[in-house]
């Protein structure tokens, strides 16, 4: 038994525990710091990741930008594309540098079809562009791309600071970074004319088998110096003229009947029928006269049918003219006597008015196939590659009913269902002289677009104009010029006693064409108008009287060519990024 004394001096139970909280503690605070260093780590890992992933979308951004710049390039300088640029060289068939190694290695025939595949490579039949317009081309004479460096790619990357010459739109800096180094290149397919409807697409290296439909692939490599951030993106586009700038056209096209009442003096086409076939007036109906309308070539009226008082000139350094000039005593087709002699230059229906108005050419068929019919069953088709009439009733090889198409105006989302071939003026045209009675038309037309008819015609006009209303071209007016003629559309009727340099569609505006006339729009010529290019008429010339001239000029449809914008369209599933320059 325990005496008070004993129990006073024993220690509390607390006292009598050891414990190792000091030890715990120390622990925890070691773990603590080793999940914030992990955390740290994560961190930072994070942050290079995510860093990494930002500097590889910027860089490929940039790359898309690139891309975006080459089809910008060849869509301003057109004539960049055309062999006698002198940039283009073939592709070796084992060639893999850059930009060939982008066209995949495929052996076709000599078709290009690669299910009959031969000996031939694909890649051999493309060319690629060069700056010095040379093979090898493996040396650049500028740094193209920014990364201070002149060599191969360089050498074979187009040239982006002239894409506006005398500003450089190069992409300098970017997200921060203050140097960036892109450039782009590209190999060219020259589409070659389908020898039949059952041809596949296929290059062409024959400059006669090669058509104005382009496609390219656009190979961009991109880069942020010192960053070790570099990517190679490729994209295929197709490029396509959007107006038919072949130069085979008659001065003179009509889907109606040509009457020529006066002395209207006819410049033909020496080659529109092939080489040495001349062709001035090609029409579905007859050609009559009740003038004295004369046909002849160019150097016969010029040489021959100049006045002394007004000889011929050199205008703008360009192309001679000469209002006029005749066909005076050396024509190929001639009125004597109110009949009018037609000769191998006239495609016509003849009439059957015994003597009178007969030629020396067969009929111009109309079949009720299409395909085998000698005039085209839709001119504007004809002009624009774009179906606008349909032949709903198959026997005369005449496209009478107009095919629809919904148009937007991207600047007010304004719509309308509308003819095809107005759709295409809606898009592609530069002016639109708008008819003022057409609501629709001023919802229609973008504000670049719009113009008050009271202003036509304007010299300083260029590539498509499309008049809808007052579309008189007066004595002593202008319309386009040598330097920049005008494809002029307009809705008929029309008429013209001033100059045009261009090519002239007088478009129908009815919804069903009528067969027996060929379409509403009709065409007068008065005394002093002078056509320098063609006249296309979705109707019938009705009067040209007086002196009036039409002078086909080859230069008008180059000029044409080489300033008409053309169009690019990207080909589904031909982005990729799976090389590496």
Known sequence: MKT????????????????SALFIAVILLLLASVITLLALNVGIFEQRTSGNDARAKIIAEVAEGGIAQGAEFFRLRPDQLAAASGRWVLCGATDTTFPCGSIPDVLVDADGDPATAGTVQRRSTMYYWCNAGAAPCNTGAADLNNDGLTNLFDARMLPLPDVLPGNDGRIMDVGGFDTVSYGVGAVLCRI????????????ATVPAEQSTTNVY???SVASLPGEGTRTTVSQMLGQYQIFNAAPNKPPIVAAGSVDLVGTLQIVTNPDAGGP?????????????????????YFDEFIRYGAQKSKPPVMEDDIMITCDSCSCSGHALSATHGNALDEDMDILDVDGSNGSNNLGVNADVKLNNDETLSEFPCDLFEYMFQVNAWDDVSPDDGFCETKVMATYTNSENNFSATIGADEKYLYTNADTILVDPDDADAAKLAKTAQKQLPALFPDKAYKNIVWCQAGCTIGSGKQLGTPEFPVLLVVDGPMKIQGRVFGVVFVRATESTLDAGTGGSATLDMNAGAAVYGSIVVQGQISKANGTAAVIYSSEVFRRLAGNLPPKNSNLPGAWTDRLSY
């Open 4 to 19: 008070k004394e004993a129990i006073r001096l024993s220690p509390p139970a607390a006292l009598q525990q050891r414990g």
């Open 192 to 203: 070659a004319i389908p020898k039949s409807d059952t041809d596949i697409t296929r290059c």
């Open 217 to 219: 692939n656009f190979v």
């Open 276 to 296: 040495g076939v001349p062709v001035s007036v090609w029409t579905r109906k007859d050609m009559a006269a009740g003038g004295t309308p004369d046909t002849c």
